[in-house]
């Protein structure tokens, strides 16, 4: 079985919190041979020391896991940079406007990059008003739709869920709205940026 922490990550964020493994030992109430038996590959911590771990070290379980030390960074978030993530198990999406680690149903979920347009994916955009009515012509059947529609501008996220036997159209405010996405369950996230001015 492959080891689920290393002994390498551990002995990184011990050593960046400037804690000696009698330290760390004595927060997670072990002995420090065991902490120095785990950095050493010897042997690895039983799972139900991983969140008590993470928490001495102050980094999240995923973070241990994966052995990178990300973090949610959104102090000087732009929505412009907003990114969508989705749960292949359970459907969950996840919207962030920086840089996140996120993780749902236990995966980590990477964010979803957009495609370029392609003739079954074309986000056709009109303007009624003060609105964007967006639509595509494309299926909207249980295994395969357009799953969201979203737009966003400096300030704001307009997010619209779509389901099966729905229609592939919203309207969005358009106030402002800089980039349009739609995502579709089987070909991901697809973005139109060049929008039609106001007349
Ligand atoms: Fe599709």
């Given at each position: 079985?492959?080891?689920?922490?290393?002994?390498?990550?551990?002995?990184?964020?011990r050593?960046?919190?400037?804690m000696t493994q009698e330290e760390l030992a004595e927060r997670i109430?072990?002995?420090s041979?065991?902490v120095?038996?785990?950095?050493?590959?010897?042997?690895?911590?039983?799972?139900?020391?991983?969140?008590?771990l993470?928490?001495s070290l102050?980094?999240?379980?995923?973070?241990?896991?994966?052995?990178?030390?990300?973090?949610?960074?959104?102090?000087?978030?732009?929505?412009?940079?907003?990114?969508?993530?989705?749960?292949?198990?359970?459907?969950?999406?996840?919207?962030?406007?920086?840089?996140?680690?996120?993780?749902?149903?236990?995966?980590?979920?990477?964010?979803?990059?957009?495609?370029?347009?392609?003739?079954?994916?074309?986000?056709?955009?009109?303007?009624?008003?003060?609105?964007?009515?967006?639509?595509?012509?494309?299926?909207?059947?249980?295994?395969?739709?357009?799953?969201?529609?979203?737009?966003?501008?400096?300030?704001?996220?307009?997010?619209?869920?779509?389901?099966?036997?729905?229609?592939?159209?919203?309207?969005?405010?358009?106030?402002?709205?800089?980039?349009?996405?739609?995502?579709?369950?089987?070909?991901?996230?697809?973005?139109?940026?060049?929008?039609?001015?106001?007349?």
């Amino acid at each position: 079985m492959d080891r689920y922490v290393t002994g390498a990550v551990i002995r990184r964020l011990r050593e960046a919190k400037k804690m000696t493994q009698e330290e760390l030992a004595e927060r997670i109430f072990v002995s420090s041979k065991a902490v120095s038996k785990w950095e050493t590959g010897q042997g690895f911590p039983d799972i139900s020391l991983l969140e008590p771990l993470a928490r001495s070290l102050d980094i999240s379980v995923i973070e241990l896991l994966s052995g990178e030390d990300i973090r949610n960074r959104n102090q000087s978030s732009n929505m412009l940079k907003t990114q969508f993530y989705v749960c292949p198990v359970c459907g969950n999406v996840i919207q962030s406007v920086g840089e996140a680690l996120v993780s749902c149903c236990g995966i980590t979920l990477p964010p979803l990059e957009p495609e370029a347009l392609d003739p079954d994916h074309t986000i056709r955009v009109e303007v009624v008003e003060d609105e964007y009515f967006v639509s595509l012509d494309h299926p909207m059947e249980k295994d395969h739709y357009i799953s969201f529609l979203a737009a966003v501008s400096d300030q704001q996220l307009q997010f619209i869920k779509l389901y099966p036997e729905g229609n592939a159209e919203a309207r969005f405010k358009i106030c402002c709205v800089k980039k349009l996405y739609a995502c579709c369950n089987r070909h991901g996230l697809f973005q139109l940026s060049r929008l039609p001015a106001l007349r």
